[in-house]
T-cell receptor
């Protein structure tokens, strides 16, 4: 199975609400990255958190990392319809490639 | 991202045909990657290249081959296409690669994708 697994697979919220999605992984990591994908388009990097960091912010995004539980969460505050997309976590385990999870599909209703 | 382009954007082909997907980048990155995405799934790595002479198989390289013609160009070929290769294909680049520990420079930049249908 995948190194990174997102939860939930799909999430539907109203505009203005917060959206939280989670990523669990199996092996130790150097860093964990979150990417966003608008329907059928290429992925766009959102944020990178290193294994020695616990929390990181970027605008309305907040990422946490718990290496003891091998999990990360992405929080989008005050969501907008434009946040509708799929969100993927990707882990850097020291190998020469990232491993992507299967993604969370977020639908923000206007 | 206009810095990473892929051609063609859409392609329909028949079983047994050889096809090539091309990727070009103007970001000046040495690291380039080819991924495949199937509906409802994440990305799986097909091949990656850390420089022109360093090409490596990824998770699912069987049935695919690549060519790194220059720093800026990385092509993916399907030698004899089969229906289960129907997917969305992405090229990506990065300044440094996973595991290299370069602060903030491991970010991958993706092309717009090529939608491939094998009949």
């Amino acid at each position: 199975s995948q190194q990174g697994e997102e939860d939930p697979q799909a999430l539907s919220i109203q505009e203005g609400e917060n959206a939280t999605m989670n990523c669990s992984y199996k092996t130790s990591i150097n860093n964990l990255q979150w990417y966003r994908q608008n329907s059928g388009r290429g992925l766009v990097h959102l944020i990178l958190i290193r294994s020695n960091e616990r929390e990181k912010h970027s605008g309305r995004l907040r990422v946490t990392l718990d290496t003891s539980k091998k999990s990360s969460s992405l929080l989008i505050t005050a969501s907008r319809a434009a946040d509708t997309a799929s969100y993927f976590c990707a882990t850097d385990t020291g190998r020469r490639a990232l491993t992507f999870g299967s993604g969370t599909r977020l639908q923000v209703q206007p | 991202d206009a810095d990473v382009t892929q051609t063609p954007r859409n392609r329909i082909t028949k079983t047994g045909k050889r096809i090539m997907l091309e990727c070009s980048q103007t970001k000046g990155h040495d690291r380039m990657y080819w991924y495949r995405q199937d509906p409802g799934l994440g990305l799986r790595l097909i091949y990656y290249s850390f420089d022109v002479k360093d090409i490596n198989k990824g998770e699912i390289s069987d049935g695919y081959s690549v060519s790194r013609q220059a720093q800026a160009k990385f092509s993916l070929s399907l030698e004899s296409a089969i229906p289960n290769q129907t997917a969305l294909y992405f090229c990506a680049t990065s300044d440094f690669g996973p595991g290299e520990g370069r602060e903030g420079r491991e970010t991958q930049y993706f092309g717009p994708g090529t939608r491939l249908l094998v009949l």
